[in-house]
C-alpha cells in the first residue's frame, strides 16, 4: 500500500496553551511527517485546482500561451527596430524572452496562487483541521501545469530559430526547485496576510508586474554599476541567468551566485513553514 | 474497548468582540509566539470576554455527548478546541483517534466538482488515502441516495442533499470522534431517521459530540449531556433527562409572548390557581392539578365565545390541550367581564418549563378574537424524569 497516511496507531494528539507555539527544533520531525502523509491530500487537492479552473471556458489552455507569446513577439519587433535597446544575448531574442517570461510566470503565477489558496477555501479553513499547508503547495500546481504548456511554446520558437541545446538542459529543471520554494516559502506568508488583510493580494499584483522589470527576464543581465548590484539582491534573476546559460553553453553560468539564491530560498521556505504552523490557529481563532 | 478518545481538562478560550481591537491582540499574540514568549492569559483584555471557561469532560468510545446551550454558549467554541482548529488559552485538550467534523456540511466541497469528485476531496481532507476512498465510494454513494446526481456538480445540489453527501463521507471515513453541530436538520425525516440509527451503529467504535437544540434528538441518541451558559458549564452527567430540565432552566428566560387576533376579546387576568410561587409558577408533575384563573372580557357583538387553553413545551410544540366547546360548555357573553376556573386534572408533564397560551373564539364561526401565546411560563417539578413530554403513572402487573 502506498502512502497511507492513516496510521496503525491511533493518533494522539494534544493542544495546549503552550506546548505546540515552540519554535524550537523538537517540531521539525513532526512537521516533516505530516508534510510527508499529506502526499495524497496535496494530489487530490491539485488535480482539483487544475480541473475546475477550465470547465467554463471555451479556449481553455491557449489562454495560458496567448498573454506571453503577444507580449514577446511584441518586444522582439521593438528591439528589433531598436526602440528599445537589449544587449547582445546568449540565444536568439524571441527564444530568450519567452523562455525568461515563462519562468517569471512559473514565479509569479506559483506566488500569486498561493497567497489566494487560503482566501478561496475560508469555509474549509475555519471549520476542519487538516495540514492546512497542502492548500497552499496544491495550489502551486495550476502554475506548474502552466508552464509545462508554455514551454510547449518555448520548444516550438527554438525549433523555429534554430537555436541548439546541449545535454545541460537536462539540468535545468532542478533550477527551478528553488524557484518553486521560494514562492512556496513567501506564499505561506502571504496566504495568511491575504486571510487577515484582503489587500495583501492586490498589493503583491503590482509587486510583481514591478519585480518583472527589475529583474532579467526581458533583457539580459545588467552589467552597469548600480544595477549590478541590484541584481545580484534579486533571487531570481540567478535562476534565470543560469537556465540561459545550461541551453546555450551547457554550463553555470554564475554558479556561485546561484548557490546563494538557493540557500536564500530555502531558508523563506522554512521559515515560512514554520511561521505558517504557528499563525494557523491564531488565525483560525480571529478570520 | 471502551478507551477514552477525548479528555478536557479546565479549558478557557477567550474572544475579542471588537474587530479591530482582535486583530491587534491577533498580531501581539502571533509575535509573542514567534519569540517564544509565554504570556499569562488567564486576564481579559478590554472588549475580551471568556467563550468558554473552565470546562473539562471527558468521552469513551460509545459515548454519546449532547452538547445544549443557548446561541453564543460556546458550543462550537468546544468543538474547534477538539478538531484542533483552534487552540485553548487555558488547559489541554487531548484527543486520541481521527476526528470527523460535521460542522460545516458543505465545507470542503467545491460548487464546480461533481459529488464524485467532491467525495474524493473530502475523503482525503479528512485523512483518507485514495485507495480507501476507492473501497468506500460506493458505499457513500448508496447511503446518500445520491445514485443519479453523483456526477453532477454539487453547485446543483439543494441543501438536503449537499448535507447528504457530506454526512455519508463523514461517517465513511470511520472517525473514532465524531462532531455533529445541529447540521442534521437540513434532512428530511426520513433521512435524519437513516443517519441517527447510522449514528448509533457507529458509536461502538466512536465517541460523539452532539450539539443540537433540538432536544427530542438529545434525549433519543445521547448518553450524557453538557449544558453550557455563557462559556460555563452548568450541568455535565449521564443524566440526560436532568441535564435538558437545566438547559431549559439556564437558558429559556425570556417568554416569547405574542397576542393576536381580531382583538375584540381581552384576557384581563390569569393565575395558575394550583401552582406555588417560588421564584416563577412551580406545578408539582404527579400530584398537582392545574386550575388556571382568568377574567376574559369579549365587545358586546360577540354573543357566545369559547375558550382553548394549550400548553406547550419550550419548543413550541403544543402538548396538551383542553377546549371549552368540546366539554360543552356554553359561554354566553353580555360584555361584562366572565371570571372563570378551569382544570385540566394532574398534566404528568416531564419536569420542564411549560407555557400557557390562551384563545378566545367566537362561538360556532372560528373567529379568533383574542390569543394570547405564551401568555404564562410554569415550571413542573417531580422525580418520573423521563424521555418522554409525559410521564403517566401506569398500572403494572406481571400476568
Not at chain 1, 130 to 143: E, G, Q
Not at chain 2, 46 to 71: H, M, P, T, Y
Not at chain 2, 125 to 140: P, T
Request: aromatic fraction near 8%; glycine fraction near 8%; hydrophobic fraction near 45%.
Amino acid at each position: 500500500m502506498k502512502r497511507d497516511p492513516a496510521p496503525a496507531m491511533p493518533v494522539e494528539r494534544q493542544y495546549t496553551n503552550d506546548v505546540m507555539f515552540r519554535l524550537g527544533m523538537r517540531v521539525w520531525p513532526q512537521m516533516f511527517r505530516e508534510l510527508m502523509g499529506s502526499g495524497d491530500l496535496i494530489w487530490i487537492l491539485a488535480k482539483r485546482n487544475v480541473s475546475v479552473k477550465y470547465r467554463q471556458s471555451i479556449l481553455s489552455y491557449l489562454w495560458v500561451v496567448i498573454p506571453p507569446v503577444f507580449a514577446v513577439v511584441l518586444f522582439s519587433y521593438l528591439t528589433s527596430r531598436r526602440v528599445i535597446n537589449v544587449g547582445p544575448t546568449p540565444i536568439p531574442y524571441l527564444s530568450f524572452a519567452l523562455l525568461n517570461i515563462s519562468i517569471w510566470l512559473l514565479f509569479s503565477n506559483a506566488l500569486m496562487s498561493a497567497t489566494r489558496s487560503l482566501v478561496e477555501a475560508e469555509t474549509l479553513v475555519t471549520r476542519v483541521n487538516f495540514p492546512k499547508i497542502t492548500l497552499v503547495i496544491a495550489s502551486v500546481s495550476d502554475a506548474m501545469l502552466e508552464f509545462m504548456i508554455r514551454l510547449m511554446a518555448v520548444a516550438v520558437v527554438f525549433y523555429l530559430q534554430g537555436v541548439n541545446i546541449g545535454m545541460g538542459t537536462l539540468l535545468a529543471p532542478l533550477m527551478l526547485i528553488p524557484l518553486l520554494l521560494l514562492a512556496l516559502g513567501a506564499g505561506f506568508l502571504t496566504s495568511i496576510m491575504n486571510l487577515i488583510v484582503r489587500d495583501t493580494a492586490s498589493l503583491l499584483g503590482i509587486i510583481l508586474t514591478l519585480g518583472m522589470f527589475l529583474t532579467p527576464v526581458l533583457y539580459p543581465a545588467p552589467k552597469l554599476e548600480p544595477f549590478v548590484y541590484l541584481n545580484l539582491l534579486n533571487p531570481i534573476s540567478p535562476v534565470l541567468e543560469n537556465i540561459q546559460g545550461l541551453l546555450a553553453y551547457g554550463q553555470l553560468t554564475n554558479g556561485s551566485l546561484l548557490f546563494c539564491s538557493s540557500l536564500f530560498s530555502a531558508t523563506v521556505f522554512l521559515i515560512g513553514w514554520r511561521i505558517f504552523n504557528l499563525t494557523m490557529p491564531r488565525i483560525n481563532e480571529r478570520a | 474497548m471502551n478507551e477514552t478518545v477525548i479528555s478536557i481538562d479546565g479549558v478557557g478560550k477567550k474572544y475579542c468582540r471588537n474587530l479591530r481591537r482582535s486583530m491587534l491582540y491577533g498580531l501581539h499574540d502571533i509575535t509573542l509566539d514567534i519569540l517564544n514568549v509565554h504570556v499569562e492569559s488567564r486576564r481579559l483584555r478590554r472588549d475580551e470576554f471568556w467563550s468558554l471557561q473552565d470546562v473539562s469532560l471527558e468521552l469513551r468510545k460509545g459515548e454519546v455527548l449532547g452538547v445544549l446551550g443557548a446561541n453564543g454558549a460556546g458550543k462550537s467554541t468546544l468543538l474547534k478546541l477538539i478538531s484542533g482548529i483552534i487552540f485553548p488559552d487555558m488547559g489541554s485538550v487531548r484527543t486520541r483517534g481521527k476526528v470527523g467534523e460535521l460542522i460545516e456540511i458543505n465545507a470542503g466541497f467545491h460548487p464546480m466538482l461533481t459529488g464524485r469528485e467532491n467525495i474524493y476531496v473530502k475523503g482525503a481532507i479528512l485523512g483518507l488515502s485514495k485507495r480507501e476512498i476507492d473501497k468506500a465510494l460506493d458505499e457513500i454513494v448508496a447511503f446518500a441516495e445520491l445514485d443519479t446526481f453523483i456526477d453532477t456538480p454539487v453547485k446543483y445540489y439543494s441543501s438536503g442533499m449537499h448535507m447528504r453527501l457530506g454526512f455519508a463521507v463523514i461517517v465513511h471515513c470511520r472517525p473514532e470522534i465524531l462532531l455533529v453541530d445541529e447540521v442534521l436538520s437540513v434532512g428530511d425525516v426520513s433521512f435524519r431517521a437513516k443517519c441517527f440509527n447510522k449514528i448509533n451503529s457507529i458509536i461502538s467504535e466512536a465517541g460523539v459530540i452532539f450539539v443540537s437544540h433540538n432536544m427530542a434528538d438529545v434525549s433519543r441518541i445521547c448518553t450524557s449531556v453538557m449544558v453550557l451558559n455563557r462559556g460555563e458549564c452548568k450541568y455535565h452527567g449521564g443524566d440526560v433527562a436532568r441535564g435538558i430540565d437545566c438547559y431549559y432552566r439556564e437558558c429559556a428566560t425570556g417568554s416569547s409572548q405574542l397576542v393576536s387576533g381580531s382583538d375584540k376579546a381581552e384576557l384581563q387576568k390569569i393565575n395558575i390557581m394550583s401552582a406555588r410561587n417560588d421564584g416563577g409558577m412551580v406545578v408539582q408533575s404527579q400530584a398537582d392539578e392545574f386550575i388556571l384563573d382568568m377574567v376574559i372580557s369579549a365587545v358586546v357583538d360577540v354573543p357566545r365565545i369559547e375558550v382553548v387553553v394549550t400548553i406547550t413545551s419550550l419548543e413550541q410544540q403544543n402538548v396538551l390541550q383542553g377546549n371549552s366547546n368540546f366539554d360543552g360548555v356554553v359561554m354566553d357573553n353580555n360584555g361584562e367581564p366572565l371570571h372563570m376556573r378551569v382544570n385540566l386534572g394532574r398534566l404528568h408533564l416531564v419536569p420542564g418549563v411549560y407555557g400557557v397560551t390562551v384563545s378566545i373564539h367566537r362561538k360556532n364561526r372560528g373567529e379568533i378574537l383574542a390569543k394570547y401565546s405564551n401568555c404564562m411560563l410554569f415550571r413542573v417539578t417531580g422525580d418520573r424524569v423521563g424521555h418522554a413530554l409525559i410521564q403517566v403513572p401506569a398500572v403494572w402487573e406481571t400476568v
